[in-house]
């Protein structure tokens, strides 16, 4: 029979023993004294947003449900609401296709380039964020209307309106691509470029892949941002029913007519286009990241 030493007698059993093995003791009660905070985190989070955000866009969507399909159908394809409709989606989409090459550029600028005055710019980009939309309908209609200093008459032209709209939302594809940018590994330029590679290549394999996701992500924000501005068009438009009225703005005005019914139609119609945009982008973030 083996004889152990009185030390090794003496020596708790490490196998046995999770103390003395260095491990750390678990007790069966922890794992659900770690996850209360996470559920009461997780249920505080939706009781919030489903008080500021989901229940009241479900009101306004009960609201224009309230005579049924018909009526629905009837509030959306009046001539002066399908004309707003229609002329807030377009002004949209081409202030976020402008916007997505423009913001791109600002940004890539901002980020590889120096110049005399470049903290002055990067601080103004953010001024749309900090500027009451109102102020900048009013700045916009002093500097483009009718007694323009620069002699462009935007005022009350649909033009006009693109611009206001442009201004609002500068900041959006700025401030995504920029920071992407900001971490881009530029060694792996330089491989590229040490390999022969040319500055279009090295664009187009190495920097855009990684800039597209931020790309289209402040793009979607600046459209779903665009065909819900109010402020800083109800002044350059002139709110001309047929020609400059954006879809905000007629909401606004069916409400004042007490038509709230038709009001909410009109913007269950804007959400219902935000949401697809925001769908779509999720979707396409995924497959991005799918790929990489």
Avoid at 193 to 204: D, H, N, P
Avoid at 214 to 241: D, H, W
């Amino acid at each position: 029979m083996t004889q152990l030493s009185p030390a090794t007698a003496a020596r708790p059993d490490t196998a046995s023993d999770p103390a003395a093995s260095g491990s750390p003791i678990q007790f069966r009660g922890d794992a659900g004294k770690r996850r209360a905070p996470t559920v009461l985190g997780g249920g505080t989070a939706m009781i919030y947003l489903s008080l500021i955000v989901l229940i009241p866009l479900a009101a306004v969507v009960w609201r224009s449900a309230e005579k049924g399909p018909q009526g629905f159908l009837d509030a959306v394809t009046t001539p002066d609401a399908w004309a707003a409709l229609k002329l807030t989606i377009v002004a949209s989409v081409i202030v976020a296709l402008i916007n997505l090459a423009l913001g791109t550029l600002i940004a890539w600028v901002l980020v590889r380039d120096q110049f005399p005055g470049k903290s002055i710019v990067d601080m103004l980009i953010d001024l749309p964020f900090a500027l009451p939309t109102i102020v900048a309908g009013l700045v916009l209609l002093a500097l483009y209307g009718p007694d323009s200093p620069l002699g462009a008459d935007l005022a009350y032209k649909q033009v006009g309106v693109v611009v206001a709209l442009l201004f609002v939302t500068l900041p959006f594809v700025v401030r995504t691509v920029q920071p992407v940018l900001l971490e881009l590994d530029r060694d792996m330029e330089q491989a590229a470029a040490s390999l022969g590679a040319g500055s279009f290549v090295i664009f187009r394999r190495i920097i855009l892949p990684n800039l597209v996701p931020a790309m289209v992500s402040g793009t979607a924000l600046a459209f779903t941002r665009s065909i819900a501005e109010f402020g800083s068009t109800v002044l350059i438009s002139g709110n001309l029913p047929f020609k400059t009225q954006v879809a905000a703005v007629y909401i606004f005005g069916q409400i004042e007519s007490d038509n709230t019914t038709g009001a909410a139609a009109v913007a269950t119609v804007l959400l219902a286009v935000a949401l697809v945009v925001l769908v779509l982008l999720d979707l396409l973030q995924r497959w991005g990241a799918r790929r990489a």
